[in-house]
């Protein structure tokens, strides 16, 4: 495997730990031990994930990760929960992160997490190496335009923010619009494992997409419910 991960943990010792562990399994690693540091360094440089410890000094990773949704930053991030933490994980979720990893944890579960994440997530970088554009690259539907290829979706020009799920959740329903498509098949196709297994989940950051791209919510035009069967994406 192979990435540059950004890890935020106050804890000496998991943090010596993990970045031994993720340096042996090929990725390069960034610190940080405080939420002003980590939310810094992840604003500056580009990462392909972060795991963000959610009790940190000087701010917690909540207020990390909406601090870096509310500014676009779409780069994964998985966060660390400590055991017999009170984690609403909708709210969590709400925040913008895309995974939850529970103190104490196999590093192998951690791994198969960041794994399934950076398998998934399409480039960030515009211009990046390798990348062609092409007109799939952009997809627009009423006011709103999702470019793939810059990981950015607008509403009448202007950003909206989406969590790096609610975007791969978007692109997989844009690339099988038309489709009728079952919660298992987006909980197998988006979310890749069955770490998470309740179709409650895919229902739950449907709504919010709901909220973000739909002109009204409660009566949606683009992403369909088909009753007993899943979603459907027309547009
Ligand atoms: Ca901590």
Known sequence: ??????????????????????????????T????????????????????????LPRKNGFDVCRDLRQRSVAVPVIMLTARGQVVDKVV??????????????EMMEL???????LRRVPPAQPGAAGVVASSADVYQFGVIRADFRRAEVTREGAPLELSAREFKLLRYLIEH?????????????????NAMPSTR???VHIAWLRQKLEPNPHYPQFILTIHGLGYKFVG
């Open 201 to 203: 989940t895919v229902d």
């Open 92 to 105: 969590g979720l709400k925040i913008g992160a895309d995974d939850y990893v529970t103190k104490p944890f």
């Open 177 to 193: 619009r038309g489709a009728t498509i079952s919660r298992d098949e987006l909980l197998n196709e988006v979310w890749g494992y």
């Open 32 to 55: 940080a031990t405080d939420g002003e540091a980590g939310l810094s360094r992840a604003l500056a440089e580009t990462f392909d994930l972060i795991i963000l410890d959610v009790g």
């Open 111 to 117: 791994l198969a997490r960041i794994e399934a994440l």
């Open 1 to 30: 495997m192979s990435g540059r991960i950004l890890l935020v943990e106050d804890e000496p010792g998991l943090l010596m730990t993990l970045t031994d562990r993720l340096v042996s399994e090929g990725f390069t690693v960034e």
